[in-house]
């Protein structure tokens, strides 16, 4: 099969965009694939509904994403949206469902902008209706201009819960509590790295005078250790970390997130190397200052190639699509070298700002150990951690065997929620991933095959007797 374009970009966030329109600009033949309906990835969603698309042209991340969409309209970049990875092998051979079924793409240059996943520290009740995650309360926003609930209670660590809560209040949600593990030393800390990014800094400092004004809690050095509720979510249970005093606070909504870790299922699946990194959310992929994999022809940029957040990624991005053109012959060193100056320049002062908030957001692993053993792990098939402590105890040692006696990993979500909680209930000094395989993602047959007539299946020849 020939090569259908000179690079293939999975993923239109702020990395996988800014790496597809740079190659573009270099001369390559360049598709861009993405699960959304357009560009944008998560923190750039586009807009869906008249309210949303108002707020978006006020609003900073509306605003970039909105340019990134035009600058990819106006450019030569194939974009196809809506489109499901499921595989990508050596060549490179990439695998998608698309509207129209089954597409299949070549390209000798491959870079994976994947993103990345949320993790929520498994807590019993974590399952009830009415739990969402603080990334899913960041998309119904950006998308809908909405937000569910009406007493709702927003916990977890990290800068994304001052962004969720002063949203909220922007859209009259004025939140019962925020619940916080980190103290006040731990911002202090983090500041020193926040001023890296000035515009940044103001914006936090401006979220956070909107949230003393309207007088909502901060429960500090805090974490959601119970929530329930019968059918639906009613309660939250607060613990305060030092002190172990617990609280109880009414709810019928809770938006909780306990960091990112990479989207990296095609990375593994292609070989790329990697390192285990709990900044970066638990593993990075190992790359070059030019953002080359360990496997020729491979580029990863973003969060999918360990957590740094979206400034950073769009440098990421820059150089990532340079270098494909660099590689591919499109640009001179020299050209190279003046084109990604700007953006190695900027992504220097960034990652100051990504590894403060990093530090924030770093998964309380730890807290893993003292799980309930009737709490659920495994949301999909219902895996509770008694059940990996009998698997443990007839003989699982690893992450595959693990999945074989208990099923957890085998639901929907293909174990990218529950896969590093329960390696670290094992406590795995190795590998804490299942093996990586095809389909990456969860498939429908009837998409897979599309539509066809008996007449379409080709039956060869009966063999001569």
């Known amino acids: 099969?020939?090569?259908?374009?000179?690079?293939?970009?999975?993923?239109?966030?702020?990395?996988?965009?800014?790496?597809?329109?740079?190659?573009?600009?270099?001369?390559?033949?360049?598709?861009?694939?993405?699960?959304?309906?357009?560009?944008?990835?998560?923190?750039?969603?586009?807009?869906?509904?008249?309210?949303?698309?108002?707020?978006?042209?006020?609003?900073?991340?509306?605003?970039?994403?909105?340019?990134?969409?035009?600058?990819?309209?106006?450019?030569?970049?194939?974009?196809?949206?809506?489109?499901e990875v499921w595989d990508a092998g050596p060549g490179f051979l990439v695998q998608c469902l698309a509207e129209q079924g089954n597409r299949e793409l070549q390209a000798p240059r491959l870079i994976l902008a994947t993103g990345a996943i949320e993790r929520v520290l498994p807590f019993p009740g974590w399952t009830t209706p009415g739990v969402f995650g603080l990334a899913a309360a960041t998309a119904i926003m950006k998308a809908e201009k909405i937000l569910p609930g009406k007493e709702i209670v927003i916990a977890g660590q990290g800068p994304l819960l001052i962004a969720v809560a002063a949203k909220a209040l922007e859209l009259g949600l004025r939140p019962r509590a925020i619940v916080d593990r980190a103290g006040r030393g731990d911002w202090l800390r983090a500041a020193s790295g926040f001023v890296a990014l000035p515009m940044m800094l103001t914006r936090g400092a401006q979220w956070m005078a909107r949230l003393a004004a309207a007088r909502v809690p901060i429960l500090r050095q805090s974490a959601i250790v119970a929530a329930g509720g019968d059918p639906v979510l009613g309660r939250v249970t607060v613990r305060h970390l030092p002190s172990g005093r617990q609280t109880e606070i009414a709810a019928d909504t809770l938006y909780i997130g306990n960091g990112l870790t990479p989207a990296d299922e095609l990375h593994r699946l292609l070989g790329a190397a990697q390192t285990r990194d709990r900044l970066r959310g638990g593993y990075r992929t190992e790359v070059d200052p030019d953002q080359r994999t360990s496997v020729p022809g491979l580029y990863a940029a973003g969060d999918g190639a360990g957590v740094h957040g979206a400034l950073p990624s769009v440098y990421q991005g820059q150089i990532a699509g340079l270098a494909a053109a660099r590689?591919?012959?499109?640009?001179?060193?020299?050209?190279?070298?003046?084109?990604?100056?700007?953006?190695?320049?900027?992504?220097?002062?960034?990652?100051?700002?990504?590894?403060?908030?990093?530090?924030?957001?770093?998964?309380?692993?730890?807290?893993?150990?003292?799980?309930?053993?009737?709490?659920?792990?495994?949301?999909?098939?219902?895996?509770?951690?008694?059940?990996?402590?009998?698997?443990?105890?007839?003989?699982?040692?690893?992450?595959?065997?693990?999945?074989?006696?208990?099923?957890?990993?085998?639901?929907?979500?293909?174990?990218?929620?529950?896969?590093?909680?329960?390696?670290?209930?094992?406590?795995?000094?190795?590998?804490?991933?299942?093996?990586?395989?095809?389909?990456?993602?969860?498939?429908?047959?009837?998409?897979?095959?599309?539509?066809?007539?008996?007449?379409?299946?080709?039956?060869?020849?009966?063999?001569?007797?």
């Open 1 to 83: 099969m020939n090569a259908s374009h000179d690079v293939i970009v999975i993923g239109a966030g702020p990395a996988g965009g800014e790496a597809a329109l740079a190659a573009s600009d270099a001369g390559l033949r360049v598709a861009l694939i993405d699960e959304g309906p357009a560009p944008g990835g998560q923190v750039w969603r586009a807009p869906r509904t008249v309210q949303a698309q108002v707020a978006a042209a006020t609003d900073a991340d509306g605003r970039q994403g909105q340019a990134l969409r035009k600058r990819l309209r106006e450019s030569s970049v194939d974009l196809l949206a809506g489109a």
């Open 327 to 465: 590689d591919h012959g499109a640009l001179s060193a020299e050209a190279f070298a003046a084109r990604s100056r700007s953006a190695r320049r900027r992504l220097t002062r960034a990652r100051r700002f990504a590894d403060a908030s990093c530090r924030l957001m770093a998964f309380p692993e730890d807290d893993l150990a003292h799980m309930p053993s009737d709490c659920v792990v495994c949301r999909c098939e219902d895996v509770r951690r008694s059940d990996i402590d009998a698997a443990v105890a007839a003989g699982a040692a690893d992450m595959n065997q693990l999945k074989h006696f208990t099923r957890l990993g085998m639901g929907p979500c293909q174990g990218r929620m529950c896969g590093l909680n329960a390696a670290g209930i094992l406590a795995l000094e190795g590998d804490l991933r299942f093996t990586p395989r095809a389909p990456v993602r969860p498939v429908s047959m009837d998409r897979l095959i599309g539509e066809f007539d008996y007449s379409d299946i080709p039956v060869p020849k009966p063999a001569p007797l």
